[in-house]
């Protein structure tokens, strides 16, 4: 068994962890975690959105320990689940996500108020789905920070009828530093091999969560996190911080 691979791929994913760090040292991240910390200080829920293998991202910001508890995780699911898609459509050729015309019935599902923030990942940014929730919750007065690749999504063309992408319907925008096709190794085979988007998008979701519970403690404010529900009063810690929020924020599977 070859292993040369390792330290080629522990390079790619590392020197990228490694200038998203220096990123957000020199205040690259800034925006969006006021963005959010204003939104959280006001008593706004963060609506974190993304599709395929992007929901990773809303999953480490959305539910986790650790994490803000206002915070709701929104999938494309969630249009069967709470709306009146049909099961067969999330398995469509094309896929939904690509679909233009599900964002409206989608958004329709989000418990989204005034004071709200959304932030979307999508590695393309180009997708008819999550141009349009976008577009959506610009329109619904909500800020927008989106995380994608800046690199792939320059080179490929929006599916979105606004001929918009994704970078450029957001607030603020962070490159999650994935390349073109997002797959980094080209020497084990004819095709490449190797993503990095879920792992720069989950270190990218942490540093923005991190961030914002160190602003809102610098403003004197207490950020309200979970506690892991499998340490002794977790479930009592993260019951009663939840129930200031209702069902604005869901904890679906």
Same mark, same amino acid.
């Given at each position: 068994?070859?292993?040369?691979? @390792?330290?080629?791929?522990?390079?790619?994913?590392?020197?990228?962890?490694?200038?998203?760090? %220096?990123?957000? %040292?020199?205040?690259?991240?800034?925006?969006?975690?006021?963005?959010?910390?204003?939104?959280?200080?006001?008593?706004?829920?963060?609506?974190?959105?993304?599709?395929?293998? $992007?929901?990773?991202?809303?999953?480490?910001? %959305?539910?986790?320990?650790?994490?803000?508890?206002?915070? +709701? *995780?929104? %999938? &494309?699911?969630?249009?069967? !689940?709470?709306?009146?898609?049909? !099961? #067969?459509?999330?398995?469509?050729?094309?896929?939904?996500?690509?679909?233009?015309?599900?964002?409206?019935?989608?958004?329709?599902?989000?418990?989204? *108020?005034?004071?709200?923030?959304?932030?979307?990942? =999508? +590695? $393309?940014?180009?997708?008819?789905?999550?141009?349009?929730?976008?577009? &959506?919750?610009?329109?619904?007065?909500?800020?927008?920070?989106?995380?994608? $690749?800046l690199e792939h999504t320059a080179r490929v063309q929006p599916k979105h009828p606004s001929g918009k992408r994704l970078s450029e319907v957001a607030?603020?925008?962070? #490159?999650?530093?994935?390349?073109?096709?997002?797959?980094?190794?080209?020497?084990?085979? #004819? @095709?490449?091999?190797?993503?990095? =988007?879920?792992?720069?998008?989950?270190?990218?979701?942490?540093? &923005?969560?991190?961030?914002?519970?160190?602003?809102?403690?610098?403003?004197?404010?207490?950020?309200?996190?979970?506690?892991?529900?499998?340490?002794?009063?977790? #479930?009592?810690?993260?019951?009663?911080?939840?129930?200031?929020?209702?069902? *604005?924020? *869901?904890?679906?599977?």
């Open positions: 068994m070859p292993h040369g691979f @390792v330290p080629e791929y522990e390079h790619e994913v590392v020197s990228r962890l490694r200038r998203l760090s %220096a990123m957000a %040292a020199d205040g690259g991240l800034d925006a969006a975690i006021r963005l959010v910390a204003d939104g959280v200080a006001a008593g706004g829920v963060v609506h974190a959105f993304g599709t395929g293998h $992007s929901e990773a991202f809303a999953m480490e910001v %959305a539910g986790r320990a650790g994490g803000l508890i206002p915070t +709701n *995780r929104v %999938a &494309l699911r969630d249009a069967v !689940l709470l709306g009146d898609h049909a !099961l #067969d459509e999330l398995y469509g050729r094309p896929p939904l996500e690509r679909d233009p015309a599900i964002a409206e019935d989608l958004f329709a599902t989000i418990p989204s *108020r005034e004071g709200d923030v959304f932030v979307i990942a =999508s +590695n $393309s940014g180009v997708n008819g789905s999550v141009v349009g929730v976008a577009l &959506l919750a610009k329109e619904h007065g909500h800020p927008v920070v989106a995380v994608t $690749s607030d603020v925008v962070v #490159d999650n530093l994935a390349p073109y096709g997002d797959a980094t190794l080209t020497s084990v085979g #004819d @095709v490449a091999v190797g993503a990095v =988007s879920s792992l720069t998008c989950a270190y990218i979701a942490q540093l &923005l969560t991190v961030g914002t519970a160190a602003l809102l403690a610098e403003r004197g404010q207490e950020a309200p996190l979970y506690v892991s529900a499998n340490v002794p009063g977790g #479930d009592d810690h993260n019951h009663a911080l939840e129930a200031r929020y209702g069902e *604005r924020i *869901r904890r679906g599977a």
